[in-house]
């Protein structure tokens, strides 16, 4: 069973920075396709980034280009999402999600069998 754990989450201020963090226990993430999604209140699921397994390609939303960066440790088997530029659209709960399969259409999250409990991020004004 694949456990997926968030941090690094908080309040940041227009135009700042956080990294989130991914940790994965009981698989490998060089053998996951893994994303990133986001929630707001009131708002569906939307996809934010994902890295494919083994190769790494990686894919982003529009809305998230040139600002975030999604990135692997697999030493530390941990996926990043590093978000620069924060505006307070970026405001939701991120979640990371992950799967076995390499083939998967990453912005689809019902495409993604594992998930975490997400992070509060939270952009002001």
């Known amino acids: 069973q694949v456990q997926l754990v968030e941090s690094g989450g908080g309040v940041v201020q227009a135009g700042g920075s956080l990294r989130l963090s991914c940790a994965a226990s009981?698989?490998?993430?060089?053998?996951?396709?893994t994303g990133w999604f986001r929630q707001a209140p009131g708002s569906d699921r939307e996809f934010v980034a994902a890295?494919?397994?083994?190769?790494?390609?990686?894919d982003y939303a529009d809305s998230v280009k040139g600002r975030f960066t999604i990135s692997r440790d697999n030493a530390k088997n941990t996926v990043y999402l590093q978000m620069n530029s924060l505006k307070p659209e970026d405001t939701a709960v991120y979640y990371c999600?992950?799967?076995?399969?390499?083939?998967?259409?990453?912005?689809?999250?019902?495409?993604?069998?594992?998930w975490g409990r997400g992070t509060q991020v939270t952009v002001s004004s």
């Open positions: 890295i494919r397994r083994s190769v790494g390609s990686t």
């Open positions: 009981g698989r490998a993430f060089s053998s996951l396709t």
């Open positions: 999600a992950a799967d076995p399969s390499f083939w998967i259409s990453t912005p689809i999250w019902s495409n993604y069998n594992y």
